[in-house]
């Protein structure tokens, strides 16, 4: 009888395997260092013993929808960002939602090795997790933190932490319950002025180096080719000068606007720790306040800019005669 | 000391003026600080373009489209409203100031109303002062 939640993971995946309901399990494994987790597809039965989950898992796995073949029968193992991400996919058409199964697992959050850092400077060596509390292994000894103390931020701002649509949810207790959004760090950095806002940007953006790890780890970010790699003409300069970094990171959330999940997952692959859901979730703010539109929660409304509702009383215009410019 | 009147790029859709002397006047006397980029629909208008002129140094930018419900391609111009209010409340987050943005939906039977607003957009624009930020692009597009 599966005990532990790692243990119902894998329990549900042999399952799903041996009575072929699905070709291919996506889940977290062991990684090549002690304190990462890396993605692993599961395609035999007898594999299962490698999937685990734990706040270690930094990735998106919906974003490995988008490399797999569309009629590949596939079951994720999901937390709430990623059952939406998997909803917004599945609505953009990216998948059939009949060839998905969903294992649905209440979040436990993701820890920021970055805040980890920023306590102790030495490298951490191992990092051992146990309900609330985290042990972390360090050069000079152990160390042990609460849990919500190193948690990434979009993790901490969550509104959703329980996945949405699964087909089956592993009953074991989340961190979280729902919630409704702090917007607090939102509603201070539009509290700030035209000259402070601007700076604020261009401080984060400025350390961009181009590698678009960001862009890999999102789920949402699948076209074929993307508007920075034009070449014939060129719309956004390749190169790290001011012009090109900001408007990447400005076109890069406005793509994502009414379809960030809100995941981190940008924020966790950048290498220089350069700060950008706030711009995605700014968006998804005013989506949210004009259109009542959060993504991923209902599998059949449509993003505000993909359904075009008659907003003419809220735009001043109407279809005929009168309008106020 | 001579005072360079605001840049303002107009992005307008070739549908949207339906009287041919003012279309006529867009396309041959604007004046200097204005430039056209007319497309096919105003649907038809990225962020990007915007973005770039606001780059390229553009004081203001106007936007004109078609009536809701008269558009050419039926519903480019809702596309349009949708997505680029949003970008420029958006763009008014990193500090390009909304009041540099003027939208337009134009009915089919206004005559001479695209000078009007591009003079009155210009003495705003003129109130506001030299635009600072965001104005960072170096390399030009037509060498491309």
Redesign the interface.
């Known amino acids: 009888m599966p005990t532990t939640r790692d243990q119902k993971i894998q329990a549900e995946a042999k399952r799903l395997l041996q009575e072929g309901v699905v070709d291919v399990v996506i889940g977290f494994t062991k990684g090549t260092l002690p304190y990462k987790m890396q993605p692993c597809f599961i395609q035999h039965a007898e594999d299962v013993e490698q999937l685990e989950l734990n706040g270690l898992c930094s990735n998106n796995l919906a974003v490995y929808l988008n490399h797999r073949p569309k009629d590949e029968r596939t079951a994720i193992v999901v937390r709430g960002c990623e059952s939406r991400a998997v909803q917004t996919l599945v609505l953009e058409n990216r998948h059939a939602r009949e060839n998905l199964y969903l294992i649905g697992v209440p979040c436990i959050g993701i820890l920021d090795l970055q805040k980890i850092q920023q306590h102790e400077q030495d490298p951490v060596l191992a990092i051992q997790e146990e309900g609330d509390q985290v042990h972390v292994t360090l050069k000079s000894g152990e160390k042990t933190f609460q849990r919500s103390e190193i948690l990434h931020n979009a993790c901490l701002h969550c509104n959703h932490p329980l996945p949405v649509n699964a087909d089956m949810i592993i009953d074991e207790a989340g961190l979280f319950e729902e919630r409704t959004f702090d917007k607090s760090y939102l509603e201070s ?2 509290s700030l002025s ?2 402070e ?2 700076q604020e ?1 261009t401080k984060e953006a400025e350390r961009c180096i181009r590698c678009y790890a960001c862009r890999e780890a999102c789920p949402m970010c699948y076209c074929e080719e993307c ?1 920075v790699n034009h070449s ?6 390749s190169t790290i ?3 090109g970094q ?2 990447w990171h ?2 890069r ?2 793509h994502q ?1 009414g379809r960030c999940v809100s995941c981190g997952a940008c924020e966790r692959a950048c290498p220089m720790n350069i700060k950008m859901t706030y711009l995605t979730d ?2 998804n703010q ?2 949210f306040k ?1 259109y009542d539109f959060e993504p991923g929660l209902d599998p059949a409304l449509m993003p ?2 993909l359904a ?1 509702g ?3 009383e809220k ?1 001043g ?5 009168s ?1 106020a ?1 | 000391m001579i005072r360079k009147k605001p840049a303002i790029v107009l992005f307008q859709c070739q549908y949207c003026l339906a009287s041919s002397m003012d279309q006529y006047w867009v396309e041959t006397e604007l004046p200097e600080n204005v430039k056209l980029i007319k497309v096919s629909c105003s649907g038809r208008i990225d962020p990007l373009y915007i973005l770039n002129a606001v780059q390229g140094g553009a004081d203001g930018i106007m936007v004109c489209g078609c009536m809701p419900e008269k558009c050419h391609y039926k519903e480019g111009n809702l596309h349009a409203r949708r997505t680029l209010s949003e970008f420029c409340n958006f763009l008014n987050l990193l500090g390009y100031s909304q009041d540099r943005f003027v939208f337009h939906w134009m009915n089919i039977d206004e005559r001479g109303v695209i000078q009007s607003l591009l003079t009155e957009f210009e003495k705003n624009l003129e109130k506001l002062g030299a635009q600072p930020h965001l104005k960072t692009r170096t390399f030009s597009q037509e060498k491309a």
């Open positions: 950095f539009r035209l000259k806002r601007y940007f508007f014939r003409p060129q719309w956004v300069d000068d001011p012009a900001q408007a400005i076109i959330a406005f606007t700014l968006l005013d989506m004009e505000p800019f075009l008659e907003d003419n735009f215009v109407g279809p005929e005669g309008h410019g």
